[in-house]
């Protein structure tokens, strides 16, 4: 069955790169979706399709996709980025999210 | 402004049913796919149900199959989820949100309604 796999936790230090994986077979050939979510918030859509970037996502939120990995790279983290962060894929009709991963600003 | 906001969550007893109502605004809503998503307490994201645009396909998470439906009224830019025979796992926050058409992502999101069974 499709899975997506994130790591439960990344910790960073402000202003340092986190970055936040997202594997799953055959996700190379599918685009890959992330959204932040704050506590008791509704999700945000930060990339989709692979690399985009929705109007007013800061730039330092950039996503990439290849063989069986997508990955969100958060450059220069700032407090504010502390959140859970979800990707999000698609296979035959079937939306499937990854577990989500926390991100803590040390 | 583009806006969803849901209702119809309640405290409900297991075998019960209940249906969920998310109005939108601020966008063309007969040109979107509308989709629902759920978040039990302190876990993540559940994908629930999409429908097409033009209302003629739908489809739903492997778990739910049978039990929910989802349905659209464009004259009143509203989405549906009919849940029936509800069991306690299906406590949770459902969300909707607005799907750009073809690509199964979810660009706008509601703020959520509150389902305890």
């Known amino acids: 069955s499709f899975e997506l796999t994130q790591p439960p936790s990344v910790s960073v230090s402000p202003g340092q790169t986190a970055r936040i994986t997202c594997s799953g077979n055959s996700l190379s050939e599918q685009y890959v979706y992330w959204y932040q979510q704050m506590p008791g918030q509704a999700p945000v859509l930060v990339i989709y399709k692979d690399i985009e970037r929705p109007s007013g996502i800061p730039e330092r939120f950039s996503g990439s996709n290849s063989g069986t990995t997508g990955t969100l790279t958060i450059s220069g983290v700032q407090a504010e980025d502390e959140a859970d962060y979800y990707c999000q894929s698609v296979q035959d009709n079937t939306v499937l999210f990854g577990g989500g991963t926390k991100l803590t600003v040390l | 402004q583009v806006q969803l906001l849901e209702s119809g969550g309640a405290v409900v007893q297991p075998g019960k049913s209940l249906r969920l109502s998310c109005v939108a605004s601020?966008?063309?809503?007969?040109?979107?796919?509308m989709h629902w998503v759920r978040q039990a307490p302190g876990k993540g994201l559940e994908w629930v149900a999409v429908i097409w645009y033009d209302g003629s396909q739908e489809y739903y998470g492997e778990s739910l199959k049978g039990r929910f439906t989802i349905s659209r009224d464009d004259s009143l830019k509203t989405v549906y989820l009919q849940m029936n025979s509800l069991r306690v796992e299906d406590t949770a926050v459902y969300f909707c949100a607005r799907d750009p058409p073809h690509y199964y992502y979810m660009d706008v999101w509601g703020k959520g309604t509150t389902v305890t069974v």
């Open positions: 601020g966008f063309a809503f007969s040109d979107y796919g």
